[in-house]
């Protein structure tokens, strides 16, 4: 997680038989002499390289393919397993209404590039693996998602533990620090109906709609977490980050529950943060580290 590019805040305080108390709060942004881009901001000295482009779509596709199966080694290793739940697809560079996506049954940490499966709009199994299914209810999801939003490449969703937990009470994530602003606003949804297992084409197009057109992660009520990127890169960091942020706001909402009060990041500062730093290309170094280190860890094997 980057550091925050918000400046310092004044407090004002007076003292009281003892505790200090806060009784005014002022924040100022000084605005940069030269416009940067979060990447920029966030790099001192040389900037980390944007995200990679390539000559051809077959490169381009395997690259995909090998960080996708990075992301779901990523997800094992966190522990976001369910049996046969959970899905990741992958638009295809080349065919953009197509989109690669999981075999049913298989561990999220014994997936490589060669195991995905490219299916169409309608459901029809074009490509890639053709040994295995993938999973139906998955496909309704995804491939709503990716017909109403032509800016979204790939899209993340598990039976994860605190999403789960979290989901049982419909409510967004509150901005309780720094990292959870990078879903402020219209970047953070929920989704207040529950039908079960998602076997219908309506079910999907409920989900894609409660989204909206600018939504990165969402809490499906009773069910667990979505995220969306422009990269599977992106959409993988989104994921770890709202469970975990998830995790995060059980515990505060323990906590408050002995009477201990909250205190919220101020809205000016969310803000800005989240414009500091929740762009594609800082979005896809986010994932970096733990994708480097599960292909370190693996050996490579997701190449495989």
């Not at 003292?15 to 940069?32: C, E, M, R, Y």
């Not at 990523?74 to 999981?102: C, L, Q």
């Not at 533990?161 to 879903?183: C, H, I």
């Not at 960091?237 to 919220?264: D, H, W």
Request: proline fraction near 7%.
């Amino acid at each position: 997680m980057a550091p925050s590019a918000v400046p310092t805040t004044d407090i004002d305080t007076v003292a009281v038989n003892g505790p200090v108390h806060v009784t005014k709060l002022t924040t100022s942004h000084a605005a940069p002499t030269k416009q940067k881009t979060p990447l920029q901001m966030i790099s001192q000295g040389t900037c980390l390289p944007g995200i990679p482009t390539f000559p051809s779509f077959a490169g381009h596709r395997q690259w995909m393919l090998e960080h996708m199966a990075l992301a779901f080694r990523v997800f094992a290793r966190k522990g976001y397993t369910e049996g046969m739940a959970g899905h990741i697809s992958v638009r295809d560079p080349e065919n953009p209404h197509t989109f690669w996506t999981n075999p049913l049954g298989r561990h999220f940490g014994l997936l490589k590039g060669s195991d995905m499966i490219l299916v169409d709009y309608d459901g029809n199994v074009i490509g890639g693996n053709m040994s295995r299914p993938a999973n139906a209810a998955g496909f309704l999801i995804h491939s709503a998602l990716h017909k109403a939003r032509p800016d979204v490449i790939a899209a993340c969703h598990t039976h994860s533990p605190a999403g789960k937990a979290w989901s049982t009470f419909v409510r967004p994530l509150e901005m309780l620090n720094q990292d959870v602003t990078y879903f402020h606003g219209d970047a953070q949804a929920v989704y207040k109906d529950f039908g079960g297992v998602v076997f219908t084409a309506e079910e999907g197009e409920r989900l894609a709609s409660a989204l909206g057109p600018q939504g990165k992660g969402m809490i499906l009520r009773n069910h667990g977490l979505l995220t969306v990127g422009s990269t599977v890169d992106e959409a993988c960091y989104l994921f770890t980050l709202m469970e975990r942020s998830c995790e995060v706001q059980l515990m505060v909402e323990a906590a408050a529950a002995n009477g201990i009060p909250k205190v919220f990041v101020p809205e000016e500062s969310a803000k800005y943060t989240f414009e500091m730093a929740s762009d594609p290309e800082a979005l896809y170094w986010e994932a970096q580290p733990d994708l480097e280190y599960e292909e370190f860890m693996g050996n490579g094997a997701h190449k495989a």
